[in-house]
């Protein structure tokens, strides 16, 4: 498996094996999953921990992550009452990682961030899979596959370095986006109607 992967096109960037770029994964991806494919996903990210994937995750523009990184969930920085404390939490899509992002800082400018992490470094986001089993009534198990197939994400535990992250897309606030779709209306003195003398 993990050969097809690596000899598919695009499947190499800078000498890394994304996980994004393999047909299996495009399968999860754009389809439901099915129980036959989230069983090869499990087997292959068993037996490829040193595989890059890369992941995306949203916050606050205001944040000093270019600085700091990210940092775990804690007491302190808690923006869902289920999230899982120790853990930054990472989508596979970039347009979730918003969403997510929207939702913890409501009216506010975010910035999307990606990040490629070694599949090794990633654990199940047991708070997305909780939401699976309780609003879509699904029977997933606690594992990185099943993360990745249904929960559309994964965890990492503890921070992620700045040095690590690019970002991916920054958003405006509510308000500036308001500004951004309010025509531009340039004032203009009239002037002498055509024909009149001044």
Known sequence: ???????SPGARESGRLWLEAAPMWRSLLY????????????????ANPG??????????????VAREGLKPTGEARRNSLQSRTGYVSFS??????????????????????????RVGELVADRDQ??????????????????????GHGAQ???????????????????????AEMLPR???????PAAGMRL
């Open 185 to 191: 209306v340039v004032p203009r003195a009239p002037g």
């Open 156 to 178: 990492v535990k503890g921070s992620v370095a700045a040095e690590r992250l690019f970002i991916v897309k920054q958003c405006l606030s509510a308000e500036q986006m308001s």
């Open 31 to 46: 389809r439901e999953p099915s129980v036959e494919r989230v069983a090869t996903l499990d087997r292959w990210l068993r």
């Open 92 to 117: 596979i899509y970039p347009g979730h990682a918003e969403v997510f992002a929207r939702m913890a800082f409501p009216r506010r400018a975010v910035t999307i961030y990606g990040v490629d992490l």
């Open 51 to 64: 595989a890059w994937v890369r992941l995306y995750h949203g916050t606050d523009a205001a944040l000093p």
């Open 129 to 150: 899979l909780r939401n699976q089993r309780t609003w879509a009534r699904r029977e997933v198990k606690d594992t990185l596959a099943h993360s990745l197939a249904f």
């Open 1 to 7: 498996m993990a050969d097809a992967i690596a000899s």
